[in-house]
């Protein structure tokens, strides 16, 4: 069933003293419920530009974003990027804890929960530990658990996996498709490598830039019942 669906989408950034930029040019995407969705192409084509519009957090351009379920701001909507962005002085913990404390939720089922969300990417026993204390792997699935922390309606992501060595990617990449497994998400993943896209991609959407368009749509279903 159709969850999201991006209908002529031109962004076109303005600059005081510069040139404008048109960062997506007519773009239009369908997306399904639990759909896997990679954005590929080269540095500039406007995957982070399209992934904002997706996230609400630019709401200053032409066409259409409709949802099935409108989401609730910054509840319905986890966002990971690049860098991880945990606050160093929070534990791990405190970390996942953060968007889920001060809603009226007590104290134990926070607890539970964080629990039930580091159990999924193996890191229960680092629960007290810090950020410094951590690998870049180990962070990122923070991160990730981080954003399903509210049980959000999608995952957005932003080169995830960009900062990492080959090794820990293709572990946090089997994390991913562990974690779609059992949560069946509906994720946006924007990534510069086309081994990953073909790796976790049930749609894989390819860019070109100067302006950015969408240049094919391969539906590459893959066989995760
Ligand atoms: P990608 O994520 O594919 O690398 P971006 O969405 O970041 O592409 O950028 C698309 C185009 O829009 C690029 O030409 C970039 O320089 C430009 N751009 C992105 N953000 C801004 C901004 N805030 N102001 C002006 N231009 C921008
Ligand atoms: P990436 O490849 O996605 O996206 P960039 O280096 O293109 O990383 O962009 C990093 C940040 O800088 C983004 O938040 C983007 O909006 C901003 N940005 C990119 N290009 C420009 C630009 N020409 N002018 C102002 N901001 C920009």
Redesign the pocket.
Known sequence: TQFLSVSDITKV?K?AN?QS?TALDDVSLDIDDGQIIALIGP??CG???LL?MIAGLDDDYQGEITWATPPKPGRDIGFVF?EHALLPWRTVQRNVALGLEGKGADKASVTARVAELLAMVGLQDFANSYPSELSGGMRQRVAIVRALAYNPQILLM??PFGALDAITRDRLQDDLLRIWEQTKKTIVL?T?SVEEAAYLADRVVVMSARPGRIRAIHDVPLPRE
């Open positions: 950034y600059a510069r930029v540095s500039g995957k982070s530009t904002r690049q932003d080169e924007v510069h």
